[in-house]
């Protein structure tokens, strides 16, 4: 396993241009946070209490998503996990101050090694942060996440994926760089282009593992989840999770 101080994640410039970047760099990252928030309803829509662990937290914005869309009578008690403190600090920014939020700074290895104790949740979040592992320590990931979940509870993840031939792969990259294009000069952005952006995602120090959708979803009913499935896919993008 790579650890998180040897990849670019851990250099505070490159996290703070993806984060700026994030809706551009991923054209449908916006209806995929929506997601979100209509698939704990559809999971979770009689609990009043929801304990939320989000892995790879980022700035907190799946999160931030969920608690502006909860309900009257529903409390929401988030616990945010990243390997990056300048992350965390960006995560309480956009949260605020809150006595119910609780931030940890740990990676991936931290977690699955049990370096660092958690509580059980009742959901499980994240996005575009577990295709940094490798397809056994994203399964040891699914089988931490499944043995800390409460009973009914789900995981949600969102996420990029290893396309299953090299053909499908050309076609994806097609359609995420003519994506990508349209964002970009709708933003203005001139000091970089979508040809640029796929090369640094697909240099090893990015340290991007994406593995197969199926091997991916095999690796959760394999933990013990239920009603595995994919939620929604864009090319290499994806929603995928189950219940416990």
């Known amino acids: 396993m790579d ?3 040897e990849s670019a994640w851990a250099q505070s ?22 997601l979100f928030s209509f698939l704990l309803t559809c999971f979770l829509g009689d609990r009043k209490e929801i304990r939320l662990l989000d892995l790879g937290c980022g700035d907190g914005v799946l999160t931030a998503e969920l608690l502006s869309q909860c309900g009257e009578g529903r409390t929401i008690i988030p616990t945010l996990v990243d390997g990056s403190a300048d992350m965390l600090h960006r995560a309480g920014d956009r ?3 809150s006595g119910i939020i609780t931030y940890v700074n740990a990676s ?6 049990g370096m660092t104790t958690l509580g059980d949740f009742d959901l499980c979040i994240s996005s575009h942060a577990i295709h940094h592992l490798e397809m056994n320590e994203k399964a040891a990931l699914f089988a931490f996440i499944f043995a800390h979940l409460n009973a009914g509870g789900c995981f949600i993840n969102a996420d990029v994926v ?7 792969q050309t076609c994806y ?7 990508m294009q349209q964002m970009m000069e709708k933003a203005g952005i001139t000091d970089e282009t979508p040809t640029e952006v796929i090369k640094r995602y697909q240099d090893p120090a990015s340290m991007n593992r994406p593995d197969t959708l199926n091997d991916q979803l095999d690796a959760l009913k394999k933990a013990g989840f239920r009603d595995v499935d994919c ?5 290499i993008f994806t929603v995928f999770g189950g219940r416990k």
């Open 13 to 34: 410039d490159f996290s703070k241009k993806y984060l700026d970047r994030a809706d551009i760099y991923i054209p449908q990252r916006r209806k995929m946070i929506g």
């Open 173 to 179: 990259f097609s359609l995420w760089k003519s994506e």
């Open 162 to 168: 290893l396309p299953p031939s090299e053909g499908l």
């Open 108 to 113: 991936f290895h931290e977690i699955i090694s």
């Open 95 to 97: 949260l605020g101050p």
């Open 231 to 235: 939620y929604v896919k864009d090319g």
């Open 3 to 5: 650890t998180f101080s």
